[in-house]
């Protein structure tokens, strides 16, 4: 019988798989870049349109027509696909594969001029996510990553860099929306604080953990994100060396999602888990 790897039929569809991830990582990346430029160009002025879970927590006109324009972009490309959007919900599909998007990911930097925002497109095959793109528009940063095959920003290579001690570790983390969360998520900081570095807290989740794998972080975590924040820069964190999961090695998840080079990640971890740092307290 013909060896495994000389045959034929397994090397085609190994190599037909991986050339779908890089064709739907392309099509993420033409899509975030038109939609980035769309966002910039609407930055200046921005309003408030609506808010969600809160007064606090706000929808300008511009998340809105830029996921209306990710929408209207991938499908017409792949009209068989899902899509989850920030904005917009669930739109079902049959072709197995579901795009997962932020339009603006950090709106309250958009709303506030602030150049810290994203936007974020990852494609799911049967809920694994394995291309993504992100895009942050006012750093001419554009993060891809293919699952398997790696992360670059800009065309290079990402690599994290090697993990630190975690009394030498800077960390980034975030804040959800609704009062009594983040009085939680502060006292969590209150103990974080005093066994690290020092704390980053940038407004974007997607900025957040494509600036840890390009070295501007040692670590992050944040309680209370949505798929949309972490499906397309979780990937691209993975790819560049990190470990992007939940608490007692599950995956991450709405509940919490910590990020780092795997002995910090499993630090950080060990002090986040008895300060309740995936409940609201
Ligand atoms: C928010 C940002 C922020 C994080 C919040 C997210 P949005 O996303 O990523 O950094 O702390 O939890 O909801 O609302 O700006 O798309």
Do not use: C
Not at 97 to 123: E, Q
Not at 236 to 264: F, T, W
Request: no cysteine; net charge negative.
């Amino acid at each position: 019988m013909t060896p495994r790897h000389d045959r034929e039929d397994i090397h085609v569809s190994t190599t037909d798989a991986a050339s779908d991830r890089e064709s739907l990582r392309d099509l993420a990346v033409r899509v975030a870049a038109e939609a980035g430029e769309l966002a910039r160009e609407g930055q200046a002025g921005i309003t408030v349109l609506d808010t969600k879970s809160s007064p606090t927590d706000v929808v300008t006109k511009m998340d809105r027509a830029t996921e209306d324009l990710i929408r209207a972009r991938l499908l017409a490309e792949r009209p068989d696909d899902a899509v989850l959007g920030e904005e917009g919900g669930d739109e079902g599909g049959t072709s197995g594969v579901r795009w997962v998007v932020d339009p603006i990911d950090g709106t309250v930097n958009y709303l506030y001029g602030h150049h810290d925002w994203a936007v974020s497109i990852a494609a799911e095959v049967d809920g694994v996510a394995v291309a993504a793109a992100v895009n942050v528009p006012r750093r001419d940063e554009m993060y891809e990553a293919v699952l398997g095959a790696g992360a670059r920003l800009n065309g290079r290579t990402l690599q994290a860099p090697p993990a630190v001690p975690l009394e030498q570790a800077l960390v980034a983390t975030g804040f959800g929306y609704r009062p009594e969360r983040r009085t939680q998520q502060a006292r969590v900081l209150l103990e974080v604080i005093a066994h690290i570095r020092d704390i980053r807290r940038g407004g974007s989740a997607a900025v957040d953990l494509t600036g840890l794998a390009a070295g501007r972080f040692n670590a992050y975590y944040e309680r209370g994100l949505h798929a949309w924040d972490w499906a397309a820069p979780g990937l691209v964190a993975s790819e560049a060396g990190l470990r992007v999961g939940g608490l007692h090695g599950g995956p991450p998840g709405e509940d919490l999602v910590i990020a780092g080079r795997p002995e910090l990640y499993e630090a950080l971890q060990d002090l986040l888990a008895p300060l309740g740092a995936d409940t609201d307290g």
